[in-house]
């Protein structure tokens, strides 16, 4: 006989999941609240500290959702160069920068 009780992980996983599918290239972001929500769901099972952007366009569509740099909480080495060369490869309206602990 089968469960159908989802454990706290499963359910973790299938936020992610969704988050995923929802920042594909070309969806719309309606709000910096649901950003937010998004940014914390894709980063919450890191054991390091994140530094990301997420690209919007014309419309708040998404571009894509780039990890820059890894680290520690006490240090993530944060390159400006490596923002500028995002922000001009990339026909990008919104550069969203993140970190996460």
């Known amino acids: ?47 390091h500290e994140v530094f990301a952007v997420l690209l919007l366009g014309n419309k708040h569509k998404t571009i894509g959702f780039e990890e820059l740099f890894r680290g520690t909480i006490i240090q993530a080495p944060v390159y400006p160069k490596d923002l500028q060369r995002i922000g001009s490869d990339m026909p990008c309206v919104i550069l969203s920068i993140t970190s996460m602990i």
């Open 1 to 47: 006989m089968e469960s159908n009780v989802l454990s706290e992980a499963d359910i973790l996983t299938m936020a992610n999941q969704l988050t995923r599918k929802r920042l594909t290239k070309g969806r719309r972001i309606s709000s910096p609240q649901a950003v937010q929500t998004y940014l914390q769901n894709l980063l919450q099972d890191y054991e």
